[in-house]
């Protein structure tokens, strides 16, 4: 099939997935494409069991999908340039520090523990690896998921300052995670590497997370001073959306991380560009088209995290380990948000229920699949990519579903609101 053809399909998919849940799942957006899909695929593995269909030639199709170039070299840098356009960049500045450290120190302390505790269960169950690849599947689980969190946040109505740090921790941390994972990556590829050679990749990694937001504030500045020179919200959009690809392809070439870039840049249009450069007939127009994106953008991205199980290889062993790797996942994220916390606890106020709604809301999503379907062919990839979907399952239909009652219960309707 061509490309064309392959998106046709994907579209024509997601449509009519997102009629059936408008219609009769009446789930959440996203959760209720994936909940689609994942049935498409139940059902047409058990009719291959049966011996009443073939797959070969719907898993060949799948299979010619890169699912890991499309969302990390493409979608990636609509999503987030999206999702930051609508965070309140006067609530991030006073929340800063809770930010900066739960997205980085956080990522940190959860890769390691959700790592060492997935390397204990697999050696348990007789299935040994190196511990190298244990912190590999760490620093890809241990970020949420942006696109995840800032769906099922649309549907709730908590409080505008949990809303902020939430969604923005979502945004930063997949970077952190990205540095991390690619650092074990190396690692891993040359476990003889030396110290000197570690500390050059140290630097390099600096390097992209300080490099990435001063090019975000440079393109978005640049960009912000286009709009205000204009009135017309059709150069407007084409302006945000060059901003965005052309932004994201950059980083990539100059070699920093591009989804902290495109977070940085959509902070600054979605704020200054507000203040002082667009109208506000011109921004609802923005807006608009904005949030159409990433809702189809959404929509085939969660449709293709279903029908992936078509193609992607899970045993009994890739079950029994997937399942103790959502226990050491959220382990991981509950301690890795608990620390932080309590050691700021003297000089920040944080909400009632902070630590568990951030440990249960943080969802994981298509990020983790993608970073997985990168690792290099071996008996470790197939066993961190099972392990990877089934935890990314999970975390979107059971914790997505149920994180609006979570949070009810937690700090009550009135709060919530």
């Known amino acids: 099939m061509t490309a064309f053809q392959i998106i046709a399909l994907l579209l024509t998919f997601a449509g009519l997935g997102a009629y059936i849940n408008n219609r009769f799942l009446k789930l959440p957006a996203t959760i209720g494409l994936m909940v689609f899909a994942l049935l498409i695929s139940l059902s047409a593995v058990g009719l291959n069991k049966l011996g009443l269909v073939n797959l070969n030639a719907a898993s060949l199709l799948i299979g010619q999908i890169d699912f890991s170039d499309i969302l990390l070299h493409g979608m990636l840098s609509f999503l987030l340039f999206a999702g930051a356009m609508h965070i309140d960049l006067s609530e991030l500045k006073k929340r800063r520090a809770i930010v900066g450290i739960l997205a980085t120190v956080g990522v940190v302390i959860a890769t390691f523990v959700t790592g060492s505790l ?4 697999a050696k348990g169950l007789g299935f ?3 511990y190298i690849y244990a912190l ?6 241990a970020p949420t998921d942006p696109v995840a969190v800032l769906g099922i946040l649309k549907e709730t109505s908590m409080s505008k300052i949990f809303r902020v740090k939430i969604g923005s921790e979502s945004l930063f941390n997949d970077g952190v995670g990205v540095v991390l994972f690619v650092l074990f990556l190396e690692i891993a590829a040359n476990p003889h590497i030396s110290s000197s050679a570690v500390q050059d990749i140290i630097l390099l990694l600096i390097w992209s997370g300080v490099g990435s937001v001063i090019l975000g504030l440079t393109l978005g500045w640049i960009t912000y001073q286009f709009l205000s020179g204009i009135d017309d919200y059709k150069v407007e959009t084409l302006l945000t959306l060059a901003l965005a690809a052309g932004g994201y392809s950059l980083a990539e070439i100059v070699h920093v991380s591009a989804p902290i ?4 840049a959509g902070l600054v249009i979605g704020n200054h560009g507000e ?5 506000h007939k011109r921004r609802r127009h923005l807006d608009m088209f904005w949030e159409l994106l990433d809702e189809i953008l959404n929509a085939v991205l969660f449709m293709l995290i279903g029908l992936e ?5 899970i045993s009994a062993l890739h079950l029994a380990i997937g399942l103790a790797a959502i226990l050491a996942m959220l382990v991981g994220r509950f301690i890795s ?7 700021m ?5 944080f909400e009632r229920g902070t630590i568990p709604l951030l440990t249960w809301g943080g969802l994981r999503g298509g990020i983790s699949i993608a970073l997985a379907l990168s690792l290099p062919t071996g008996p470790e990839k197939d066993f961190i990519l099972g392990m990877t979907y089934i935890v990314v399952v999970f975390s979107v239909l059971f914790q997505g579903t149920t994180f609006r009652h979570v949070a009810k219960a937690i700090i009550g309707k009135k709060e919530g609101k």
């Open 118 to 121: 997935v390397w204990v269960a």
């Open 128 to 130: 040994t690896f190196p």
């Open 136 to 141: 590999l599947f760490g620093a890809l689980i």
């Open 261 to 264: 870039t495109m977070v940085v």
């Open 275 to 279: 203040i002082f450069g667009i109208s």
């Open 309 to 313: 199980m078509m193609v992607i290889p």
């Open 337 to 343: 948000v608990a620390i932080p916390i309590y050691l």
């Open 345 to 349: 606890n003297f000089k920040y106020r």
